[in-house]
């Protein structure tokens, strides 16, 4: 069965520094998304990017953060000065079509600032 | 706004008896209604969908979930809990154009 996979597992970085988090969607999906766990609380909405540019984002998503899909297959997620509240369970979702079709999660990378 | 409330934060069952985790949804038009499963330090499995059509509809690991339209609710169920139910299970929600919106998460623990 296809999946999303993401890379790392687990990073953790000093306060201030920049980190990518990597996801390689299902091939054929068109809706990509990353969103966030907190604690293993409630799953927040960070942004959408369908058509190589990004169609929604949230109040988290600030200019620290940004996305891209490089070369066609792997979907980055970057926050360019991490912050301590930054540390989370990021989860990347690619989707075929929004609406009636579920999203595939990837196992998520967990991010901790220190 | 648009949003799904699971009004339970943790639900306690034993093994063998029949779960139920709660679900409403507060939408206009015709909601797609999820339930998502997050086991420990693991990601998140899409368990079932409501899109349109019979109310009651049947997913992965033998849960089931009903869409009431005049209670608002879309509640999972099972028969028969196991102890390896025991997760994170989130109520979600699209309106067809949107992200997928998030409930807070109810915490499954099916004890032995």
Partial sequence: ?114 | AQSVAQPEDQVNVAEGNPLTVKCTYSVSGNPYLFWYVQYPNRGLQFLLKYITGDNLVKGSYGFEAEFNKSQTSFHLKKPSALVSDSALYFCVYSSGNTPLVFGKGTRLSVIA
């Avoid at chain 1, 369970?89 to 079509?97: E, K, T, V």
């Fill in chain 1, 1 to 114: 069965e296809p999946e999303v996979t993401q890379t790392p597992s687990h990073q953790v970085t000093q306060m201030g520094q920049e980190v990518i988090l990597r996801c390689v969607p299902i091939s054929n999906h068109l809706y990509f998304y990353w969103y966030r766990q907190i604690l293993g609380q409630k799953v927040e909405f960070l942004v959408s990017f369908y058509n190589n540019e990004i169609s929604e984002k949230s109040e988290i998503f600030d200019d620290q953060f940004s996305v891209e899909r490089p070369d066609g297959s792997n979907f980055t997620l970057k926050i360019r000065s991490t912050k301590l509240e930054d540390s989370a369970m990021y989860f990347c979702a690619s989707i075929l079509r929004q609406g009636n079709t579920e999203a595939f999660f990837g196992q998520g990378t967990r991010l901790t600032v220190v």
